[in-house]
């Protein structure tokens, strides 16, 4: 399932906030967080949205601290605005 973390720590860009759209094999967002609050850092497919051919590409996996998540949220873009 593809979901869209934000986490409570700066961005490359400068931003306050960073965001991740990622895949894990988890079936469900509760699925999901079930999982994050039963480990110390989670594996996931990353993400990143390539605005010119209207699609995301996968970058592989990263491994993210859940003490930095501030909102999960399912991600349903297939394409960008």
């Excluded at 994050?36 to 995301?56: G, K, Q, T």
């Excluded at 996996?61 to 909102?71: F, L, S, T, Y």
């Amino acid at each position: 399932m593809r979901f869209k973390i934000t986490l409570n720590m700066p961005a490359h860009s400068g931003s306050l906030v960073h965001q991740v759209v990622c895949e894990h094999p988890s079936k469900s967002l509760q699925a999901f967080v079930d999982h994050i609050n039963s480990v110390d850092l989670v594996v996931v497919e990353e993400f990143y949205r390539d605005s010119s051919a209207n699609r995301y590409d996968n970058k592989g996996e990263i491994a993210i601290n859940p003490a930095w998540i501030g909102k999960i949220k399912v991600h349903t873009e297939d394409k960008p605005r």
